[in-house]
């Protein structure tokens, strides 16, 4: 179970079936990135990628605040019928556009046809291997993902950290910490 923290579905629980293995972004940690990310960006005129989208909670919290370009990249096909008949439910199938794909095939295919994005949030398996998310960084900072400005997000347990030169910052909220990435 998860909640939106704001915008339009401010307080809406979200229940998710029990066989969903996920990892939900905690609200105290999704409510100070959101803090973050309202002064820097109107989000009602961006574009948002939303890579291993679990269960939708960073996309439809971005639709809740009014983002109107949001996709979401959820290989596993289970998490992606729930996001889908969350989207119905709330009406925001105009909003988000979700694929059933695989997030590094995404970014090494280039399947952005051109289009650049504003956020790029990534919130990969606590698993994943520091080779994983060296790969991470360089599909999207090299294949042109983020817009002038933009910047990539990644969620990952706080007691990891990586000396990039493309990292501008990182935020720890106990256990999660978001690190910052401009171009």
Known sequence: MYRII??????KRISAPKNLEVRPT????KEALFSILVHRFD???????DLFAGLGSISLEFASRNCKDITAVELDRKHCTFIHKTMKELEVENQINLLNYNAFDYL???KNHGKTFNIIFADPPFSFSDEDYEILF?????????AENGVLIV?????RSWEHPKKTETRKY???SFSFFEK
């Open 108 to 110: 090494k295919k280039g």
């Open 6 to 11: 704001s915008g339009k579905w401010k307080g």
């Open 138 to 146: 360089e599909e999207v900072l090299k294949n042109d993902f983020l």
């Open 155 to 159: 969620e990952h347990q706080s007691k």
């Open 26 to 29: 905690t609200d105290y940690a």
């Open 174 to 176: 106990g256990n999660v």
């Open 43 to 49: 989000l009602e005129f961006i574009s948002v990628l």
